[in-house]
């Protein structure tokens, strides 16, 4: 087994990868920072479930047909074969963790 601990920079980073394969067997994740109304990339989830956890800062999830409000220590869980992507909403920097991992589908 291959224990590992990271620490999350203190400045701004933009957009940081934590861990993907080989470190992990599946799982994906990053740390992101948007500035005021800054967003990231339209994109789809596919075959993989995402959760988005809200660290500071306010924030939306844009969905095709709508959106939902993020704040701080808020998560956010995005189903597969979702497009989506995440804005800033608020005055300060947003930043925020992604954990994304591939679903099985039978």
Known sequence: MNIQILSLPKEEVGYLPILRPPVSQKLHSGYVTLAPSQAGDRHSTETY?????????????????????????????????????VRNRGEVPLHYLYIVTQVIEE
């Open 49 to 85: 479930e995402e959760m988005i956890v809200v660290l500071q800062g306010l924030g939306e999830l844009c969905l095709e047909h709508s959106t939902i409000e993020l704040s701080a220590l808020q998560i956010a869980y995005v189903p597969p074969h979702t497009t989506h992507w």
